[in-house]
Structures are given as C-alpha cells and as structure tokens.
C-alpha cells in the first residue's frame, strides 16, 4: 500500500526480498532496497531462471515509488536505529505508566507513511508481547489522533489487517483509541471491534452534519437519552461513554462530564521540546542515525573496480653519463703533410682524377636526359 503497487509489481518486489534473503544482503533502509532492484534489474536473465520473471517495468515502477517514499522523508524515517517497542512500556520510579507522545504533526502530512507505520507498530506488539488474556491493566494503550488518516484511500487488504490486529491484540493486553471527529471516518469493520466509546459533542449546521450525526447515534446500544439531541447539546468536557461489561456486553449510554486535562491547547514550545528530549535516557539510543554494513556497501563493493596491485618500487633514475668533450682532430706532421701533398700532384693522381669526373659525367647525363648505354656486340 505505501509503494502504490499492482499485485505483478508486489511479486516482483517479494522476488527482490527473497533475493536478498537468500545471499545474506540485509536491507536495513532505502539506499539498500534501491540497490537490490538495481542489482535483479541487472541480472534479470540470470534471475529469472532461479525465481521467475523479472519485468524490468515492474522494476522501474518500483523504483520510481521508492523514490517518491525518500522524497518524502522515509530515508530517515524507515532507516536505523529501529523503534524497540520495549521503550514504549516504560514504568517510573513508582511503577507507574510513561507517557509517549510521537511528534507526527510533519508525519500526517504524508498519510501513506503514516498508516503503515501504526500498522507496522501494532502488528510488531502482536508478534512481541505473550498472550495474557483480559487483564486488570492493560501494557499498553495507544490513542492515535486523526484517524480518519489511517483509513482515507486505504485498500481492502489494508482495513483487513486493521481490523485483525485491532482485534487480536486485545488479547496481548493493548488497548486502541481512535480519535476522530465522527464515527463514520472509521470504516464499520474495524469499528465493530471496539468496545467502548467516549462521544463528545456533535454540531449538526449542514445537511451531511444532520446525516453523520443520525449515523452516529445508531451505533450506541440503547439508550432512554434522546441521544440526537443530546449530543448537540453537550458542553466542553462533558461526553457520553458506554463501555464493555464483565459480561463483554455494552453498558448503557452514560451522560457524563471528564476531568480536563491538565494540558494546553496551544503547540508545545520547540524549546521545551528539545529539553525534554535532551533529559530523556533513550536520546543516546535514537539521536545518532545507524548505517551498518547492508546490502548497499555488499552491492558497492560487489561492483568497485579491484585496487591495482602493487609493484616494484621504481628504480632511481640513473645521473647521465659525464659526457665526452670531443677531441679536436689530430693536426698532420709537417713530414705526413709533404707526402701527402707530393702525392695529390703526382701524374698517377691527376690521370685518376680525370678518369673519374669523366665517367661521373656522363652518368649524371643519362640520368638526366634518359639514355642508355650501347651494348657491345
């Protein structure tokens, strides 16, 4: 209900869940869910043959909802540390009940988020406390404020988890109040699990004020009030209350007037917020968000490229070789250099020199102009 998901997209998120349950990834908040449906949108082909088909639209609507979820703050909300229920059952230093106000003047404003959470409370009470019957005290009573947020757009299987849990919960000595404005904002179903009613005043100024109000006197037992009016005329504190016998039968409808709350009405002061918060022996357990290591650092590190291995240390540049002066060429002998040039003018020499420029010559003229030599016959 809280991802808005058709029975296809509740399949595939169920194949998600048993994916990670089956490698051992824990998903502990959103950042690890969104990399489990990255991870099977991946490897669908390889995920579909173990556990069946994998749509990659039902992935990406997934998605797209765990989104919307984060944008509206469930990354802090649904992640770590968990609400331990045990800190809701509290006694004083003379054993009396604490009282535990959750601040959901931000929650209710995302109903979805809401309603799965009481939903998600109550059905973690069912699961952790021992059965005990009816007693003479109750270990818990929650009173949830603005009912009618639990229930607007809320599905079949919804109300049906909300009328079973209300219903066996009893049992594990937890009390439900829903407080609303009138009787039809709960759905009948969930309605005929509760007990007892305590019915302020009812003002009937428009035509559906006059309908809600007959609506709401036929689901008193009977009564020799004339409980139509009656309810119109109810002042500040006063209601009427009918409750569950020894016998499990309602009691007659009682006109009645509460002792007032020694409370305001006005919002609490934010520093006398952060005060009580800052006195309170369970800060050092909620204050600090927790992120263990889940399926999104497996995942993460799953797909990180290996570190590159370490070679050898690098060898220290050699210092250049001392480079040569060149040596200037040795200078002739006067002797070497009259031979030499004895030689150079001698008749040999100059025969051999003309020779060479003649044939060089005539090379250079082929070459140039294409000709070539006379074969001898």
């Known amino acids: 209900r809280l991802l808005n998901l058709n029975p296809t997209q509740q399949g595939v998120l169920s194949l998600v869940f048993k994916v990670a349950d089956d490698r051992g990834l824990l998903l502990l908040d959103l950042k690890d869910l969104r990399a489990m449906l990255q991870h099977v949108g991946t490897n669908a082909r390889q995920f579909t043959t173990e556990y069946g088909n994998v749509s990659a639209a039902s992935i ?19 992640g770590e540390p968990m609400l331990d229920i045990d800190d809701l059952l509290q006694t004083d230093s003379k054993g009396r009940g604490v009282v535990n106000v959750l601040v959901a003047d931000q929650l209710v404003q995302q109903p979805k988020l809401y309603a799965t959470f009481l939903l998600w409370m109550l059905s973690e009470l069912y699961e952790r406390l021992p059965e ?36 066996l919960v009893r049992s594990k000595g937890v009390g439900v109040f829903f407080v609303t404005q009138t009787p039809k904002d709960v759905p009948g179903d969930v309605l005929a699990q509760l007990g007892n009613r305590v019915q302020h005043a009812l003002r009937a100024f428009t035509p559906d004020d006059a309908k809600a109000l007959k609506a709401t006197v036929s689901t008193f037992p009977h009564s020799p009030y004339d409980l139509e009016e009656l309810l119109t005329q109810l002042g500040i504190g006063e209601a009427v209350i009918t409750v569950l016998s020894d016998r499990g039968a309602p009691t007659p409808v009682a006109w009645t007037r509460l002792r007032a709350p020694q409370t305001r009405m006005a919002p609490t002061d934010p520093a006398t917020v952060t005060e009580i918060i ?16 889940s399926a999104y650092e497996r995942l993460a590190a799953k797909l990180a490229p290996p570190p590159a291995p370490a070679g050898p240390a690098p060898a220290e540049p050699e210092a250049p070789a001392k480079q040569r002066e ?24 100059k025969q051999f020199a003309r020779s060479a420029a003649a044939v060089l010559g005539r090379e250079i003229t082929r070459s140039i102009f294409g000709t070539s030599r006379r074969r001898r016959r």
Do not use: M, N, W
Not at 63 to 77: N, P, S, W
Not at 337 to 349: F, N
């Open 278 to 293: 800052d006195g309170s022996s369970l800060k050092a357990q909620y204050a600090e968000a927790v992120d263990r290591d």
């Open 326 to 349: 060149p040596r200037p060429p040795s200078q002739p002998t006067r002797d070497e250099e009259s031979a030499l040039e004895k030689a150079v003018r001698s008749p040999a020499a």
């Open 132 to 167: 005990i019957g009816d007693p003479e005290k109750p270990t818990l009573v929650f009173f949830f404020d603005e009912a009618h947020l639990l229930f607007d757009g809320a599905s079949k299987a919804f109300l049906q988890a909300i009328a079973q849990t209300v219903r």
């Open 60 to 78: 990406g609507a997934i998605q797209r909802a765990v989104l919307e979820i984060d944008q509206q703050g469930g990354e802090a909300f649904l």
